[in-house]
């Protein structure tokens, strides 16, 4: 069932991160910040294969278009431009393993030179279980001997993930977005409140992309690469001797796309430093992830939450689920890092004030009109979101995930950050 350990070990307060993401003129000191790469524009595929149809490609660089310009008519948000001089690769790193950022790298170019159509690399044969099943368990081969066609399929999990020409600068500049709004986060010195919230207006999407697989819109797992560069923060500032058994610093991630986060869900399924908590549609994209029975492995056992829901669900069912949910990112506290750290001696209740942190990824195609989902939720819902998380108390990082009723994303958007920050009234 849903539950995690409690212990009786004073809780610490949390950072959370949300997936969503300024203005000429007078912007007030308490102004939300937004951090924005133009690059995330560039990856513009002609099309994608959905439901058995050639379709204008849904992960639209209109999405983010049309949510910056919502926020800019907004004092209640001010827009800064992501820090071009970041290690972003550095950040990647802790989170993709490096032939799969390669094979991002250099696919288009290799595709292209083996005489794939210029408009995108898009896979043909995926190494389904039941393909590979009379090979040897541990099969795996050597990628780099592959074709570029044979190298689309072993690194991605669907159809929905053309990598075009400008795709690396984009997925570079999102997870770069990303990074700097958890980079300003860490140098709020307000627990929590305005100046301890920040959204990350990153664009393609992440949370469908483990830790060598794309798929479901997403390369780079922007939150994850968040996270590390908060835990990787931290660690660097901790005094020496401080933190003999390198213990990560303690982070919450709520996932409130209308799809299970599968990637995350990889990403983190056996790290006992980040719970992750999402909820999503049961029997729907992608399929095969997303079940209650799935609740982490080893150190990361009971740190992994799913709430599926069904089809159809409507306001009152979705917010009373994410109250449900909020309380489990409440209750995780180092209690259960001392429990699981068996082997390490638990951190001290004021270490542990220090470190705790809670993070939340949004997207909006939860959406009643959503061209691609099928949850009911109205307007009026995400005011009532960002008033449940804002609820927990927590410095938080709000990262952009999905929503593809264009019309309508940037008003959803802001009405979740201004239901946060008590500015809707
Ligand atoms: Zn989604």
């Keep these: 069932m849903l539950s995690l350990p409690l212990g009786n070990v004073p809780t610490a307060p949390p ?37 058995g149809q050639l379709v204008p490609y849904f992960e639209s660089p209109a999405r983010a278009r049309n949510i910056k310009h919502e926020l800019e008519s907004s004092p209640s948000f001010k827009i800064i431009g992501a820090e071009g001089d970041l290690d972003v690769l550095k950040y990647v790193r802790m989170v993709h393993n490096e032939d799969y950022i390669q094979y991002l790298r250099t696919a288009y170019q290799e595709w292209v030179e083996d005489g794939g159509d210029k408009s995108a690399v898009l896979p043909e044969t995926f190494p389904h279980p039941k393909l590979t099943s009379v090979l040897p368990s541990e099969y795996n081969p050597d990628v780099k001997t592959l074709c570029p066609i044979a190298k689309a399929g072993f690194y991605c999990f669907d159809l929905s993930c053309p990598i075009t020409e400008a795709t690396y600068m984009a997925i570079t500049a999102s997870a770069r977005a990303a990074i700097s709004a958890a980079k300003s986060l860490t140098s709020s010195a307000k627990p929590s409140g305005p100046e ?17 697989l794309c798929g479901g819109y997403c390369f780079f797992n922007n939150v994850a690469i968040a996270v590390r560069f908060l835990q990787d923060s931290h660690a660097s500032t901790m005094s020496e001797g401080s933190n003999p058994q390198g213990e990560m610093l303690p982070i919450a991630i709520l996932d409130i796309d209308y799809h299970h ?7 983190f399924y056996s790290d006992g430093s980040v719970l992750y908590v999402s909820l999503h549609a049961q029997n729907d994209y992608p399929y095969f992830t997303g079940s209650t029975k799935e609740k982490g492995s080893g150190e990361g056992l009971n740190r992994n939450i799913n709430f599926p829901l069904p089809r159809g669900t409507t306001d009152e069912s979705y917010s009373s689920t994410l109250r449900s949910a909020a309380s489990h990112i409440k209750h995780f506290n180092p209690a259960y890092l001392a429990v699981r750290c068996a082997t390490a001696p638990a951190l001290s209740p004021k270490a542990s004030a220090d470190l705790e942190r809670d993070a939340t990824s949004l997207g909006v195609d939860t959406y009643k009109d959503d061209p691609i989902s099928d949850f009911k939720l109205t307007h009026a819902c995400y005011g009532e979101i960002g008033r449940i998380i804002a609820r927990l108390d927590k410095p938080t990082l709000f990262v952009m995930e999905g929503g593809y009723a264009v019309d309508a994303l940037g008003s959803n958007v802001r009405a979740v950050l201004e239901g946060f920050e008590g500015t809707d009234a």
């Design 196 to 212: 301890s919230s920040v959204f990350a207006l990153s664009r393609p999407p992440g949370h469908h992309a483990g830790s060598s």
């Design 261 to 267: 986060g599968n990637g995350t869900q990889e990403i």
């Design 15 to 51: 950072i959370l991160f949300i997936a969503l993401t300024s203005l000429l003129g007078l912007i007030p000191d308490t102004a939300m910040k937004v951090f924005y790469d133009p690059g995330c524009l560039l990856h513009d595929p002609p099309y994608e294969i959905l439901s």
